[in-house]
């Protein structure tokens, strides 16, 4: 009896990992006026992989830690007018860059891991969390097929990489210091609202 019950103790202290998957997709259409011919198609899928881990008999709300992975990619077939562009870079495209900083694309890939530990456990409020994160994006060559070449006119890359640390507390709020691999250059930067 003491043997079964020592047992499944050591089967409830084991870690157990929970995998969850997500993912999303989009796709636009731009007509033409007065004939509504299809003009353009704007097609972009997203995918994240979380695993959670976590002892068995903890609850849902005590991970431990949390890896996340993270894929997007688009296209775009027709004419594609400059303000269509899929815009790189940004808070929820590239950290480390501004906005589009990193160029427009009408074909891109993005990738990124982030891993993601409770702070809880040294004394800050239960809900926030730390994490390290290494993203990047590339328009695949496609930047130059955009009418007007915006991207070379501004003199953007067409892709980057960045990698940094932050906090997330009160909900959404992310404090973040993210550097831009590009101009080998670190900001901090205050974001709300989920990256992933």
């Known amino acids: 009896d003491n043997k079964d019950n020592k047992d499944n103790k050591d089967k409830d202290i084991h870690d157990v990992i929970y995998p969850i998957a997500v993912a999303k ?29 976590m002892p068995k008999a903890a609850a849902v709300d005590h991970p431990t830690s949390t890896l996340v992975l993270h894929a997007k990619a688009g296209a775009a077939l027709g004419d594609l007018p400059p303000y269509e562009a899929f815009s790189l870079g940004g808070p929820f495209s590239v ?31 239960a809900g926030t969390i730390g994490y390290a994160f ?38 959404a709020v992310r404090l973040e210091y993210a550097r831009d691999c590009n101009q080998d250059v670190g900001n901090v930067f205050l974001n709300f609202g989920e990256r992933f």
């Open 134 to 171: 290494l993203e990047g994006a590339t328009d695949l060559g496609s930047g130059a097929e955009i009418a007007g070449n915006p991207s070379e006119y501004f003199r953007k890359p067409g892709s980057g990489v960045s990698y940094g640390v932050g906090v997330k507390a009160l909900g």
């Open 95 to 125: 950290r480390g860059y501004s906005h589009g900083e990193l160029g427009a694309a009408k074909r891109y890939v993005e990738a990124a891991a982030e891993v993601r530990v409770p702070l809880a456990p040294v004394g800050l409020p």
């Open 25 to 53: 997709e989009e796709m636009r259409q731009g007509n033409e006026a007065p004939t509504f011919a299809p003009l353009l198609n704007l097609i972009s899928a997203a995918a994240a992989k979380i695993n959670l881990k």
